[in-house]
């Protein structure tokens, strides 16, 4: 466990501004992504209303390169549902490397409770 | 194509309001979805807590880079929430959405009369003790705190609430502590954060309305920085659950697209509104909306 050192310190100060950066430029990137897909959308109107196609991840990059306003709307709710996923990722590296273990020990624990959450649903839907 | 584009209208309006307001916009996200164009309110729950995502990650990662949100009681506090969010995500699946409408409307209340009520004036955010030595400012904290509890017990003649807020104020809490308070209480954090996660899972919403409290006057921290650290939480809350809506299908590409879109541009306009209109007017407007919002729901769960 680390003491009062890493409270605030310039470690915590560089790790602060370090995940702040990372959160807000995936955010950019995820919004950009949802843009071009409501474009397409309009282009292509589509409503809303209709229904969109179930997430298929195999099919991502050839709806990509094919322009389907789906593709692009999944790549961007993907980014936007990562984006703390992969804070916590930076975060938990970043504590075992300074040597705080107990965060990061909470930080792995995070990501196993997101890793059981996923598979809990996987198999409700199998 | 004006469907998309009222969603879009719609979502912005609940990103200004939430901005302008201190609330997430998943409160107002997953009426509009449901009374407003008819979705069934699962499918609610999933489109809000990706808007809720998106704009707590845009607010935190601003707040993480100015040293406001507190970023190690975040994290350790975000394990319960994420706990509560996966329990909440499931028990989701088994409730009647009838039933699921009964509790978003009394969550509509509650904000509705916390809103009502008069606020306390804004304490001293961060004290002098915010110095450039953060250790010695824990310490001073400390004390304060101690000096605190030492007060109480003598005016109300508890002699044990002095001790008990020393022990708690040590520990792994104090390792948790920022520039100028010292964090205690961290099994209240426990059980509350718990509940925020149960919450937000179950009702698409970020949880702040617990969260907030929960680190302000149960844990010692300052509003302001509970104000940023819970912005900072919502995010994994919201996406622990969020994959359990996604996998089970119950996330609509072009729903969430405009809506989520509408969410983040309404919540950046608010932020920039924020300084330039009254909000005891919106207030008093706001809790106007929530209480309609509420006898709709319950029309909605009891019909």
Redesign the interface.
Known sequence: ?????????TD??D???L??????W???A??TL??I??LL??LD???????????DPGTLVAGLIALE??AF??L??LA??????S??IV?GVSFARRGDR??AA??F??IV??I???V???V??A | ?V??LL??GGGAAAGVFGSLLGLGGGILIVPLLTLG?GLPLREAVGVSL?CV??T???A????????V?N??LG??L??FT??G??VG??IA?LLDERLLALLFAGLLIYVAISMARPRPAPASEIGDAASAD??A??ETARHAAADRAAAAATDDGLAGVASDLQASATG?A??????GYLVHGFGRGIVGATGAGVVSALLGVGGGIIKVPLMHLGMGVPLKVATATSNLMI??T???????Y????E????????T??GV?VGAMVGSRLAHRIDARYLRWLFIIVLAYTAVQMLVRALG
Not at chain 1, 45 to 55: D, M, Q, R, Y
Not at chain 1, 80 to 85: D, K, R, S
Not at chain 2, 174 to 179: E, Q, Y
Not at chain 2, 251 to 258: E, F, N, S, T
């Open positions: 466990m680390s003491g009062p050192r890493a409270v605030g310190g915590i100060v790790l602060d501004r995940i702040g950066r990372l959160l807000v995936v955010t950019y995820a919004v949802l843009v897909g409501v959308m309009i109107g589509i409503s809303p209303l209709a229904g969109g196609p179930p997430l306003p789906a709307l999944w961007g709710l936007v549902i990562a984006t703390p996923v804070r916590v975060a107990t965060l909470i930080s624990g995070i409770v997101i059981i959450g996923v809990t649903a996987l409700s839907e | 194509m469907v998309g969603m879009l164009f990706v995502i998106m707590s990650s845009a935190a990662g601003v707040y993480l880079e100015r040293h949100a970023l190690r994290m350790s975000e394990l994420a706990v969010a996966l995500g499931s699946f953060p250790a400012a824990v792994f104090a390792t948790l502590s920022g520039p995010g994994i919201a996406a622990a659950s969020a994959v359990i996604l996998i089970r299908g996330i609509d590409p072009y729903v969430a697209g405009p989520a879109i983040f």
